[in-house]
């Protein structure tokens, strides 16, 4: 069956500006990172006629780091024109990075819709990126920007086939970190207040007003053979789930950055395009009551595609008995 997707690699222009952009968004991401450990203040504080150098922290509470002295006046005031020196950087890139996402748009890179951009975006903030792993469809835009193309669906493809249709309307992640369903709301209200949990679905699953669905599949270790949800042990599709959900978890991952609507970047943490293949070859006709997309076989020959053509350093010769189906 002949594949229903276009792969079109990029330009050099657009290439450059893919690459200049995600230089200062990781540049950016780098000096956050080091911001965090000078969060707070530090201030010298008299107690009994004493001075003592004092931190507050951000998230309420104080440290004592010692009487005052040479070592400590050091510490004070490395630790103001540190912090000084990131405020200033982090302004720089931020305005940098403003500049880019207009540039990511007159190059046509803005690919990705701002929801997903924004989820995406909160589990940054939050400190989870590493924690969560995106495993459905909307895996193919880290794919893609790693490989420098772009894939459109062809005409003859039915609406079920359609690669934005379907990741606009629905994000599956698997996550390795406890996390309260009401933080999980919290955060995503910050992008989308109609956001609402959703207690029929598996996992820990909101939808917000039009019709967006985020499921997050809980794994709290790797040996973890189970999800949160709410499937009956009667139902057979249970056992087929659990097999899906730690199979995906023992997978490798890779990270690309996708480029919102607007321009703006974010950095998304995918199953490995690889593993993936494989995935919709063992599971994609099984009802598992999760999202594996519907797209069959469609999928995987796309992602064959992209790792063959454009993504070298995957290479495929582990798998090749599995994929010879693939090619007929």
């Not at 989870?128 to 790693?146: P, R």
């Not at 794994?219 to 949800?229: D, E, F, S, W």
């Not at 994609?284 to 469609?298: P, V, Y």
Request: hydrophobic share 40%.
């Amino acid at each position: 069956m002949k594949m229903g997707f276009k792969i079109v690699p990029l330009n050099g222009d657009a290439r450059r500006q893919y690459v200049n952009s995600r230089d200062v968004y990781s540049a950016l991401d780098s000096v956050i990172s080091e911001a965090r450990q000078f969060e707070g203040r530090l201030f010298f504080r008299t107690q009994r006629g004493r001075e003592y150098l004092v931190q507050e922290l951000k998230r309420g509470g104080q440290k004592g780091l010692g009487p005052r002295s040479p070592e400590t006046e050091a510490v004070y005031q490395n630790f103001r024109h540190r912090k000084s020196e990131l405020v200033d950087r982090i302004s720089s890139l931020e305005n940098k990075l403003k500049m880019h996402a207009s540039l990511n748009c007159i190059h046509s890179l803005n690919r990705v819709d701002e929801l997903l951009v924004g989820i995406l975006r909160q589990f940054h903030r939050f400190c989870l990126s590493d924690k969560i792993c995106v495993v459905d469809t909307n895996a193919v835009w880290a794919y893609e920007a790693m490989a420098g193309v772009q894939v459109s669906s062809a005409d003859a493809l039915p609406v079920d086939f359609d690669l934005f249709y379907i990741t606009q309307n629905s994000l599956t992640c698997l996550i390795t970190e406890k996390v309260s369903r009401t933080s999980l709301l919290g955060m995503l209200r910050a992008v989308d207040k109609t956001f609402k949990h959703d207690p029929g679905s598996p996992g820990m699953t909101v939808v917000n007003d039009r019709g967006f669905r985020l499921r997050m599949l809980e794994v709290l270790a790797p040996t973890a053979r189970q999800i949160n949800n709410k499937i009956s042990a009667t139902d057979g599709r249970l056992f087929a789930a659990l097999d899906a959900i730690g199979w995906l978890l023992s997978a490798p991952v890779v990270i690309g950055h996708i480029v919102g609507k607007k321009g703006t970047m974010v950095q998304m943490r995918a199953i490995d395009p690889r593993a993936l293949i494989l995935f919709d070859l063992k599971f994609a006709d099984q009802d598992l009551g999760i999202d594996n997309s519907g797209f069959g076989l469609h999928r995987a020959r796309l992602l064959l595609d992209i790792c063959e053509g454009y993504l070298p350093h995957l290479p495929l010769d582990k798998i090749q008995l599995h994929i010879q189906c693939l090619r007929a």
